[in-house]
């Protein structure tokens, strides 16, 4: 519901905040939209039947880390 309402599509980020498994993550990767997760992932959760490995950071999301995230221009246009 989300994809056509944000006019997402695979020019896209999705970035997570706290994605954990990356439950949420996996709707737009099915969609080819680029994702990024930000927070801990559990090597367990990996295992999962319908886990899709995504990129993760493991810091925690303050201003810095924003910053540091449209330098390298993952950021929304």
Avoid at 7 to 32: H, M, P, R, T
Avoid at 33 to 59: A, D, E, R, S
């Amino acid at each position: 519901m989300i994809i056509p309402r944000l006019s997402l599509n695979e020019n896209s980020i999705v970035i997570e905040i706290a994605s954990n498994d990356g439950y949420l993550l996996q709707n737009f990767i099915e969609k080819n939209i680029t994702v990024l997760g930000i927070g801990n992932l559990h090597k367990t959760l990996l295992k999962l039947p319908w886990k899709k490995i995504f990129p993760t950071l493991t810091n925690f999301f303050n201003s810095q880390l924003a910053k540091d995230l449209v330098k390298e221009g993952k950021k929304q246009i």
